[in-house]
């Protein structure tokens, strides 16, 4: 049955994120800039007066910022324009006050370096505005949202990246949960990591595995986003259904941030991986950071035989998480990697977490891992596949029901994609929602958008904050059915977000 639901445009979320991401002082150097550049075009009375205060603004700003907010990249073609225009405003100034003629360059000469320096100064803002700090959503659920990180090691699994034999499979874990309202002014937790510095490793491998030097994504580690590291958990929320999360290859536990803490907000339990060896890069308790030994070989076959056997790892870590997680309900202890011990106390998820309502979830290679996982153990009943590519074996059939998220399918998408997803979603026993979103990419899936150049083959085109504003919708509308047992026919809420296929039990999903 395909739907295509008259919200298909309007479910769309407003975007919410405008302007350059400049900070103040950053505006103020900017501002400088460009008065240093047209006092020259000024009457002559307004000159000296102009470019005296164009320069002394531009000068303060620019000092202060490295003290105040640090020196970003997207500012220096602005000192540059403002560097070029300098000699050009202040020359005149310096001969009239040692008694000699002022000279000032013929205005047929003089425009095309005004608008050369202009250029310059204006590419600041743009820079600014393709690679911005990242501006996270504010979640729209009833609860406040917190976080911790934990580090758990299966002591059943040898580490099969390592010759270490006595090396055991260690991951670790994101948790979003709905918290209790913090005092304001709480310091919110750190993107991509519990320190800058961490954030800032993270980034730059990140930059690396796509290619990319580090400095061009250096806002990313400065992001904060909505959740609270370590705040209280909610006392009237009863229990909380349990979502965990695998990255895209190479990815990072973080790197869905928006989409948890949205679905936190709504009182659910989010519990995203690293998986070492395959993330960028993973940061353990003990200060090492572990970075991925995963690499396409370029033979399709053998690339195909290295991602099933990825994916069989990423899914049993999925397995030992919620066992994990099914400890730590019971008071097993936390493991934390990320504070004090808390000795003989109970953890604060303790009797909160209803593990017998568990989806797994995951985007790109994560998706199938998620898949696997699902197929292993019918402890996760449910199933999101964000726009991932089925790998390993099809057997035994999903008995979950499934949603798999997916950008359009073009002429560029791998051909052995949609059949092999379809086949997967058509040999399930449970029900599967296929949601096509129209406008979407691979990267839309994720945080990408926040914080990447508004390119739609890149991200999509719903959107800084639409994207996965979206991305969440459709998964709550998906859960709160799968795992809360809501009324009513969840295609109906889904429909409106793209086209929809739905495949039941015994029909051919047309």
């Not at 047209?38 to 320069?55: D, H, N, Q, S, Y």
């Not at 519990?271 to 396409?296: K, M, N, Q």
């Amino acid at each position: 049955m395909r739907r295509r639901g008259p919200g298909a445009e309007h479910g769309r979320v407003t975007e919410i994120m405008t302007g350059p991401q400049l900070s103040p002082l950053e505006i103020l150097a900017l501002l400088g800039a460009v008065a240093l550049v047209v006092a020259r075009w000024l009457p002559p009375g307004l000159r000296p007066r102009v470019t005296i205060a164009a320069g002394a603004l531009f000068a303060l700003s620019a000092l202060g910022l490295p003290a105040v907010a640090g020196l970003r990249w997207q500012l220096l073609p602005v000192l540059a324009g403002a560097a070029l225009a300098s000699p050009f405003a202040l020359a005149p100034l310096l001969r009239r006050r040692g008694g000699r003629r002022a000279w000032r360059a013929r205005w047929w000469l003089a425009l095309p370096g005004s608008a050369a320096c202009l250029g310059l100064i204006a590419a600041g803002p743009v820079a600014a505005w393709a690679f911005p700090v990242p501006v996270f959503p504010e979640p729209s659920g009833g609860f406040a949202v917190g976080t911790r990180v934990v580090q758990w090691t299966d002591p059943d699994r040898a580490e099969t990246f390592t010759a270490d034999p006595d090396d055991r499979r260690t991951v670790v874990v994101q948790l979003w949960y709905p918290a209790r309202r913090s005092p304001a002014g709480a310091p919110r937790a750190q993107y991509l990591g519990r320190t800058e510095q961490e954030a800032r490793t993270v980034s730059e491998a990140l930059a690396r595995g796509v290619g990319l030097p580090g400095f061009l994504v250096d806002g990313v580690p400065r992001a904060r986003s909505r959740a609270v590291f370590d705040a209280p958990v909610d006392g009237a929320g009863g229990r909380f259904p349990v979502v965990l999360f695998s990255p895209g290859s190479g990815g990072v536990r973080t790197q869905n941030t928006a989409w948890a803490e949205e679905l936190a907000s709504h009182g659910y339990v989010v519990a995203a991986l690293d998986h070492p060896y395959d993330s960028a890069a993973v940061v353990l308790a003990d200060g090492r950071t572990v970075t991925t030994e995963t690499a396409s070989s370029g033979d399709p076959d053998k690339d195909e035989e290295l991602a099933a056997g990825w994916t069989a790892v990423r899914a049993a870590d999925l397995r030992f998480v919620l066992t994990r997680l099914e400890g730590l309900d019971r008071g097993a202890g936390p493991d934390r990697a990320d504070g004090p011990d808390r000795g003989a106390d109970a953890d604060p998820l303790t009797g909160r977490l209803d593990t017998g309502r568990a989806a797994v979830a995951g985007h790109s290679m994560g998706g199938a891992a998620a898949l696997q996982a699902a197929r292993q153990d019918h402890r996760f009943a449910a199933v999101i596949d964000l726009d991932g590519f089925p790998h390993g074996p099809v057997s035994p059939a999903l008995a979950q029901p499934v949603l798999a998220l997916t950008q359009a399918i073009t002429p560029a998408t791998d051909p052995r994609y949609l059949p092999r997803l379809t086949d997967a979603l058509a040999a399930g026993t449970g029900t599967s929602y296929r949601l096509t979103v129209p406008g979407a990419a691979h990267l839309t899936f994720m945080d990408g958008p926040l914080y990447l150049p508004p390119v739609p083959s890149i991200v999509g085109s719903l959107g800084r904050a639409g994207s996965p504003r979206l991305v969440a919708g459709a998964t709550l509308a998906f859960l709160d059915a799968a795992l809360r047992g809501r009324a009513g026919d969840p295609a109906a809420a889904l429909s409106a977000f793209g086209s929809l296929t739905v495949r039941r039990p015994g029909t051919d999903g047309r």
